[in-house]
């Protein structure tokens, strides 16, 4: 049995594992970062480990931030990676990692900026055992932190790490990063709050040897949140199973008669429970099973969506029924519901788009405009370290 450890406070001095505990304060908005043009960036390099298809990656090139490189074991994500960041991806086992290899990646004499998301699987509400060893690759962030020295660390996971094992995992790495001199701020980030249309919480963590660092605060109120219809909303229809000719990756998949009965019945933001006996599965019919109500439903254009996982491409795997087509949503909705921009290329023009392969590479990701608040947070205090 895990040790149970204190649960550290983020830096407004809250402990939170969700997004509905918003401090006041946070209500005071900043000036909308997209309308505003980059400023000069400070002359720094930036390294992804657990670089995936480069969302977070992506969020610092867009704030002006050169890549110095992304390091992921998946193979199948160097091109997403290298074709969009204009960086090298490098197939590595962060385990076997070596953190001085790590350091010569950096470019010399510009501020060294190690950039992160350990998989966050074995942290998920999704895995209810908690057997899956890969928790332990943030120990091995920890690791390649104190042998690359990066000037300022940002790490990107899943709100329940920080109570993951009592709290003892996510103490542990903080008590690393100031036994190394870093500043640390955390918070439990909404990512509506940033401009994602999608209803996903995640933490986030910046460290600097350089001073005092924080996170940006949240830039929009919630009667100014993205929703499904400003991003996805002037695509070309679709039906179950078919392909838009100009677009590969803006194809659904195939539903059964049964589905399709079941996807016409569905009303926006409902779910089973709003169809007829016949239509609803024998699995959801028996008591242990009636609690299940967030599968088999439509999103709903006036809101954001709810948070893409790896499946994100099924309907029964969620609320990932289009609000009004009789389909689930297409790879290319679902990349730009964590958002991507619409051109994003994830494979080479020739190669066969697999659904699942896609799902996880999109779903993985570091959401696009949440990486570009990370970024602006480290300008910041990069400029004001300067």
């Known amino acids: 049995m895990a040790m149970t450890a204190e649960l550290p406070e983020s830096s407004d001095g809250w402990v939170r594992d969700g997004a509905k505990e918003l401090p006041v304060e946070q209500q005071t908005l900043r000036t909308r970062p997209e309308l505003q043009a980059p400023s000069d960036t400070p002359r720094a390099s930036v390294v992804d480990l657990f670089c995936g298809a480069g969302g977070l990656s992506h969020g610092f090139r867009l704030e002006g931030f050169e890549i110095a490189a992304g390091i992921d074991i998946d193979e199948r994500c160097r091109h997403a990676f290298e074709h969009n960041n204009e960086a090298p991806f490098l197939r590595r086992d962060v385990a076997s990692l070596n953190g001085e290899a790590v350091k010569e990646l950096f470019v010399p004499g510009r501020l060294s900026v190690l950039v992160g998301c350990a998989p966050c699987q074995p942290f998920s509400v999704y895995n209810q055992k908690n057997h899956d060893p890969r928790w332990q690759l943030l120990e091995h962030f920890a690791r390649i932190i104190a042998e690359a020295e990066p000037s300022v660390v940002s790490m990107e996971n899943v709100p329940r790490l920080v109570h993951f094992r009592g709290g003892e995992v996510f103490t542990r790495f903080l008590a690393a990063l100031k036994r190394l001199g870093y500043h640390i701020d955390w918070r439990i980030a909404f990512a509506p709050d940033y401009g994602v249309p999608q209803r996903r919480a995640r933490l986030v963590l910046l460290a600097s040897q350089l001073g005092k660092i924080a996170v940006e605060q949240p830039t929009y109120a919630p009667s100014e949140y993205r929703t499904v219809a400003d991003t996805i909303g002037d695509l070309p229809m679709l039906a179950a199973g078919d392909i838009d000719e100009k677009d590969p990756l803006h194809r659904s998949s195939r539903l059964s008669p049964l589905n399709l009965d079941r996807i016409r019945a569905a009303k926006a933001g409902g779910s089973w429970q709003d169809w007829d006996e016949e239509l609803i599965a024998t699995c959801h019919r028996i008591p242990t099973g009636r609690g299940y109500t967030s599968v088999y439903g439509r999103m709903e ?29 297409s790879l290319r909705e679902g990349a730009m519901l964590q958002s991507f921009p619409r051109r994003y290329s ?41």
């Open 301 to 329: 254009w006036d809101a954001p969506s709810p948070t893409i996982t790896t499946q994100f491409f099924g309907f029964g795997n969620g609320r990932f029924g289009h609000p009004e087509q009789d389909r689930g949503l």
């Open 346 to 386: 994830f494979v080479e023009s020739d190669d066969e788009i697999e659904f699942k392969k896609l799902g996880r590479m999109i779903g993985n990701a570091v959401p696009v405009l949440l990486a570009r608040a990370i970024a602006r947070s480290v300008q910041c205090h990069a400029e004001e370290h300067a």
